[in-house]
């Protein structure tokens, strides 16, 4: 039994295989007969030179939802059921705004893999969404969820730790073929691909009040914005008070930040006269706390503090993503709600167009699951045409499948263009940032402006750029 | 110096005595912790050494039975007709062989490797690694998730570190129990040669409930404190002696030992660390200075309050004040949070933004207020417990002599107090470093300035350890942060505990 | 305010009463107004939690709409078709918290107590050789900052195979009670030895005089080791939230209201947060009052010495 659905799969690759140029390259022939219970023989298809040679690059399509596969896949979770009692048991960590989602998506997986040799047993867990997922997942690999959201930023601590598995090849011609470009580059690391494209707006953009701005000329310079909302009894909110979101700044005064996978170097060119010119554009803004510009958002961090905001009309507009876009909606009226890129603000002596960090959220599958194959077909589910689809008509958040991007619904969707017109100033964060990078304090720095009211020194600001690059690249 | 002594001071000489016996008394507690950690090492090595006193002798002059069970464990005690005890022995023997033979030397050995090949560290020179072959992973193609291949030799730091631990706590044990062995099959030897019968299994078990009744009371909490105490101690102990962090975690990857580098760093090598260092500690003592006194002074002068004698529902304003300490701290703390939010609560209220908790400055005060807040009700309780005891007939010959309420209680009551609760004020003091929960709750350490290694400007340095455990794995810092704070409280408490006389009535009591 | 002049005896004592008078005024001033200051957080909580708005602050005191929904939300939730959720599917199972935390803080509170018993009883009425050594480990153990081995307890659970496990937490919780043995012992020591020795007089083994004379005499401190052992695990955040990691199910109540104050859903469930804390609050704020003449015997029973 075991033996025959390996060989099942092992054909559909060889057949996946022969079809590419890919069957050439020194590939080990899959077709021994592995037993699921030996480590070493199920590496059957692996050969370190196989390895070299395959990449997220060229890999075959194999079509996932047609009949035979999905049986052979169910003939795979099976075999894995039977070597742990008979229960495929997996755990999914998602953001509790996602919760329900996610479970309902789930409950269709079971009926669609549903199956009489196993049962299903899985669990949606919210403790921990795609800002923490990375980082507690690396706190005890063995004890992370089998199938986890995630941000894009924090792959490579993941792929270091040696926690996070490659996509299975079954998988990955699918994926290739059906996400956007830069949506599967972010998912590699040195070529290999070790994550599901789910959406593509883990970056942000801004959310402004239409009575407020009432034309798009209104939303093109911060200080202007700032002048109207000030005038208008309310706040513009940028949240310098966080790394992520002041990291806008740096960029655009032309400062770099990169990681080298290969050395586990973090760097930043934060301590440069381009940095101080961010640290004082920040400065510039945070002179306006408290009459028009609201630069922190506290504990409460900055969704809550949007939410309120709005609720409360004390806020104008908000650099903020997708995420909030049905809770602004609900305050405020969703014929008020406008989204654009991000102004341009006064950095050296002219007005220069704010950067800012562009990311996907993306799904990934734990390299300790007693269950790859049930999670990696769970994964898959999660994050193909149809669930990307149903995400967005729940939840608003923007596809990364192509054939979803291009309908008409998404496409009209103004975030997305919002989006759309952030892209050239955003910085994908897949490759270029490590957990080291957000453990640095860069956001307390961007905080000590703002409670400072933007009253910092020269010689302070260069300080406090030199500490925090002494941190980023510490050891 | 006893009371009587004390009182004859004046206020002045009082507050001035109380001082310099607290600070005169820090480089002596230093002194006595070492010596008590000396002691300790001495006793435990006096009882090795005592173990071995007559190891000799008693091979020498034993019988036959008595050498034998140098080497088999019981058999002296099996020869002398003890064979319950004889019997236990062995099986004692038997097992520790067992245990070491599948279990424990495996650890023994790995616990310092040298010249291994690790794909993963190319180009280093390891100087003992804790394990000796790192997960190698191939993928499996057909899932892409990685397969460990060498599954069957595969090391975890982790688990060889806690092992090897438990493999000597148990060597120490059974070396313990072999030591026993020989002294009982000397004794029964004696009693034998005396022409009596040893002592038989049955009554040897029955003064574990009289003579031995210490060893059964303490048995199982001994057990529990070694694996679940001293066991993860000694390992985190060991932690701060090698390079285990975010890019040396388990299962993943191996660590190893680093020596005394760990210590270098965050002492004087490493000038971001060491600064971070610096800071926090000096904030850790601030802070313990006045959350310990601004508790203790306005906790006595709220307890004078409410019992002054004309104040009526003295039950109604204790308990107002008691609900707040009774609310669990977390939810009082919670709340103050959110109360005090510079987007939440008291400023929404108000339509202000004060930054109670976002500026470092206004952030320090409003922890210390806030502890106030949480901790005067705890010295009010307990401050009027101690008010009733002061004796009736003190007031009365002051009244006489003239003395009004404010000089009766800065020539009666204060020092009263203050002499009764020294050791209560310094155990506060200790735990007030220690205080987690009002940083943890209230400002999570922040703000958090770029000088600032991973911690913030109202961190302690217990929150500073938390943060280096759980957010950023850096697990050798944190451990030796803990070996210092150790060293801080131990001072702390040694200074309570000679300074109170309670321990001195114990040392008379044995 | 020295000065004692020579005044008639009458009006000073008219004086003295004035004087007297106005003391007392301001001090049930400056009383009332530390009342106040002390009560109004928790007098906000339990308004918060009866708010009928979702968000985590308003700019009005009082609600406008006040609801006791809050609190039904703790312990029922229904899906999208009105159907309740069983316990395991809900959002925050705050009813399963409870009983997770009833159930530790019980078996934990039984075990320790005898630790403690037993620890105290030895060192404060037997006499054994390595009666100091193990009195100086103790003293040397405790000082360690608690949290600092939390890594290493983990592991330790997992190789016994109860980590994120109730079971797990329980042991953890009673294991570390035979330090914890200074109050008691305190009290031991001032029961006299004579009853001792009467009792070995008359043949009693030490056995028998711990349970039987022994104990019988310590209720007060019986009573008070159980309430503060039972009430640790209600309070207990940061050992708990490194041992559960995401085991939600498991979580206790402290650790599951915590995370119902995360950023991704503070401003809905805030005020459901608030109807948790005063739910829990109430049971552990009368348990303490009832406790807290053996809280005070306690702590000054070792000061009083000092």
């Given at each position: 039994m075991v033996t025959k659905t390996k060989r099942a799969l092992a054909l559909i690759l060889t057949g996946m295989m022969a079809a590419t140029a890919l069957a050439g390259c020194g590939q080990t022939s899959p077709n021994v007969t592995p037993s699921a219970s030996t480590p070493a023989a199920s590496g059957s298809t692996s050969t370190s030179d196989g390895e070299s040679q395959q990449g997220a690059s060229d890999v075959a399509v194999t079509d996932i939802e047609d009949a035979g596969t999905i049986e052979t896949l169910k003939s795979a979770m099976a075999d894995e059921a039977s070597a742990n009692g008979g229960t495929i048991k997996l755990e999914v960590w998602c953001s509790s705004d996602d919760g329900k989602f996610e479970k309902t998506l789930v409950k269709s997986f079971k009926e669609k893999y549903n199956d009489s040799r196993y049962k299903f047993d899985i669990s949606v867990k919210t403790s921990y969404g795609e800002d923490k997922a990375g980082s507690k997942i690396m706190e005890s690999p063995k004890d992370g969820a089998d199938v986890f959201n995630f941000a894009d930023d924090q792959l490579s601590t993941l792929v270091q730790g040696k926690a996070i598995a490659e996509i299975g090849q079954l998988f990955q011609g699918n994926v290739k073929a059906n996400n956007t470009e830069d949506s599967v580059a972010v998912c590699s690391i040195d070529g290999t691909a070790y994550a599901f494209p789910k959406t593509s707006d883990n970056g942000y953009f801004m959310y402004y009040d239409k009575r407020v701005f009432k034309t798009e000329e209104d939303v093109a310079e911060l200080d202007k914005m700032i002048e109207t909302a000030n005038a208008a009894g309310k706040n513009v909110f940028i949240s310098l008070g966080n790394g992520w979101y002041n990291a806008g700044f740096y960029f655009a005064a032309g400062c770099t930040i990169s990681y080298d996978s290969a050395t586990k170097k973090q760097t930043a060119s934060f301590n440069t006269p381009e940095g101080l010119n961010a640290a004082k554009a920040m400065c510039h803004v945070s002179q306006k706390v408290g009459s028009g510009f609201m630069g922190s958002a506290g504990q409460s961090g900055e969704n809550a503090t949007v939410q309120q905001g709005f609720s409360d009309g004390t806020m104008a507009a908000a650099v903020i993503g997708t995420w909030m876009g049905p809770a602004i909606k609900k305050a405020i009226g969703e014929e008020n709600v406008g989204a654009a890129k991000l102004p341009t603000a006064l950095i050296g002596d002219q007005q220069v167009q704010l950067h800012s960090f562009g990311g996907y959220k993306i799904v990934g599958v734990n390299a300790f699951t007693k269950f790859p194959i049930a999670a990696q077909t769970l994964a898959y589910y999660l994050t193909n045409a149809d669930s990307q689809k149903a995400r967005y008509a729940e939840r608003g958040l923007i596809p990364t499948n192509k054939a979803a991007v291009e309908s008409d619904e998404i496409k009209n969707d103004p975030a997305l263009k919002a989006i759309n017109d952030q892209k050239p100033y955003a910085h994908a964060q897949g490759q270029s940032v490590s957990s080291k990078f957000w453990s640095a304090n860069v956001g307390g720095f961007g905080g000590d402006i703002v409670t400072a009211k933007g009253n910092m020194s020269d010689a302070d600001l260069q300080k406090g750029l030199q500490d925090l690059v002494t941190q980023i690249e510490s050891e | 110096m006893d009371y009587l002594d004390y009182v004859q001071m004046t206020t002045g000489q009082k507050i001035g005595y109380k001082i310099s016996s607290f600070f005169g008394g820090i480089i002596p507690a230093i002194g006595t912790l070492f010596r008590i950690i000396g002691a300790f090492f001495k006793s435990l090595f006096s009882l090795i050494g005592n173990g071995f006193k007559g190891y000799g002798y008693r091979f020498a002059n034993g019988d036959a039975g008595t050498k034998l069970s140098y080497i088999i464990m019981g058999a002296g005690s099996l020869m002398h007709r003890q064979v319950g005890k004889g019997l236990l022995f062995l099986a004692a023997e038997v097992a520790y062989f067992m245990f070491m033979a599948n279990f424990g030397m495996t650890y023994l050995t790995k616990i310092y490797s040298t010249n291994v090949t690790m794909s993963d560290y190319p180009n280093m020179i390891f100087n003992g690694v804790i394990g000796s072959e790192a997960p190698i992973k191939e993928k499996d193609?057909?899932?892409?998730v990685p397969k460990i291949v060498n599954v069957d030799t595969v090391d975890d730091s982790n688990r060889i570190l806690l092992f090897f631990i438990l493999t000597v706590l148990v060597s120490i044990a059974f070396f313990a129990i072999y030591i026993t062995n020989t002294k009982s099959a000397y004794a029964s030897y004696e009693v034998l040669k005396e022409g009596k019968k040893p002592i038989g299994t049955i009554d040897e078990l029955k003064m574990f409930l009289d003579e031995r009744f210490h060893v059964t009371l303490l048995a199982i909490p001994v057990v529990l404190l070694l694996l679940f105490t001293v066991l993860p101690i000694l390992f985190t102990i060991c932690i701060a002696f090698t390079n285990y962090d975010i890019d040396h975690q388990p299962p993943g990857n191996l660590y190893w030992w680093v020596g005394f580098a760990n210590f270098a760093d965050v002492f004087y090598s490493n000038p971001m660390k060491s600064e971070t260092f610096g800071k926090i500690l000096v904030w850790t003592l601030v802070w313990a200075v006045f959350a310990t006194f601004t508790n203790y002074i306005f906790g006595i002068i709220l307890a004078l309050l409410i019992n002054k004698k004309e104040i009526k529902f003295k039950g109604f304003w204790r308990t107002m004040f008691v609900i707040t300490a009774a609310v669990p701290q977390f939810v009082t703390l919670l709340i103050m949070r959110l109360l005090l939010g510079e987007t939440t609560g008291l400023n929404v209220l108000w339509g202000t933004s004060y930054p109670f908790l976002t500026d470092a400055n206004w952030a320090r005060v409003t922890v210390i207020v806030v502890n106030m807040w949480v901790g005067i009700p705890y010295t009010m309780l307990i401050s009027s417990g101690l008010l009733m005891n002061i004796p009736e007939d003190l007031y009365e010959s002051a009244r006489i002599d003239g003395a009004n309420a404010f000089q009766q209680f800065t020539k009666i009551t204060f020092p009263y107090i203050f002499f009764v609760t020294t050791p209560y004020l310094i155990t506060t003091f200790v735990g007030n470093i220690n205080n987690f929960n009002v940083i943890f709750f209230l400002t999570g350490g922040g703000p958090s300035p770029a000088s600032y290694y991973k911690a913030g400007q109202t961190d302690l340095l217990v929150t500073w350890l938390y943060k280096l455990t759980v957010n950023t794995s850096d697990f050798n810092l944190a451990a030796v942060i803990g070996i210092f704070v150790f060293v801080i409280c131990a001072c702390g408490s040694l200074i309570t505990f000679n300074m109170s006389k309670a321990s001195k009535n114990e040392e008379e009591f044995s | 305010m020295t000065k004692m002049t020579a005044q008639s005896s009458n009006s000073k004592q008219a004086s003295y009463a004035a004087q007297r008078k106005l003391t007392n005024t301001v001090i049930y001033i400056i009383l009332s107004v530390m009342v106040v200051i002390w009560i109004f957080p928790i007098f906000w909580l339990v308004i918060q939690s009866l708010r009928g708005e979702e968000g985590i602050s308003t700019s009005y005191f009082f609600p406008k709409q006040w609801t006791l929904d809050n609190y039904v939300r703790l312990f029922v939730e229904y899906d999208e078709n009105g159907v309740a959720l069983p316990m395991d599917e809900m959002t925050y199972p705050y009813g399963q918290w409870i009983l997770n935390t009833f159930i530790v803080a019980i078996v934990s509170c039984v075990i320790s107590t005898l630790i403690i018993l037993m620890v105290s009883y030895t060192f404060s009425r037997l006499r054994f050789k390595s009666r100091k050594t193990f009195l100086n480990l103790g003293l040397i153990l405790g000082m360690f900052p608690g949290f600092m081995s939390m890594a290493a307890t983990y592991n330790i659970m997992e190789i016994f195979g109860l980590k994120q496990s109730l079971v797990g937490l329980m042991i953890v919780y009673s294991a570390g009670a035979g330090l914890g043995y200074q109050v008691s012992k305190g009290f031991f020591d001032t029961i006299p030895r004579s009853l001792d020795e009467a009792a070995k007089i008359d043949g009693a083994t030490r056995n028998q005089i711990f349970w039987q004379i022994i104990l019988p005499l310590s209720k007060p401190i019986i009573v008070y080791t159980a309430l503060t052992t039972f009430i640790g695990p209600w309070g207990d955040y940061i050992f708990v939230s490194y041992f559960m990691k995401a085991n939600q199910s498991n979580f206790t109540v402290a650790l599951g209201l915590y995370s119902m104050l995360d950023p991704e859903h503070i401003t809905e469930y805030f005020t459901t947060f608030c109807a948790g804390a005063v739910l829990i609050a109430i049971p552990i704020t009368i348990l303490f009052i009832i406790m807290q003449r053996y809280y005070v015997a306690g702590v000054t029973g070792g000061a009083v010495k000092g």
């Open positions: - | 193609m057909l899932t892409g | -």
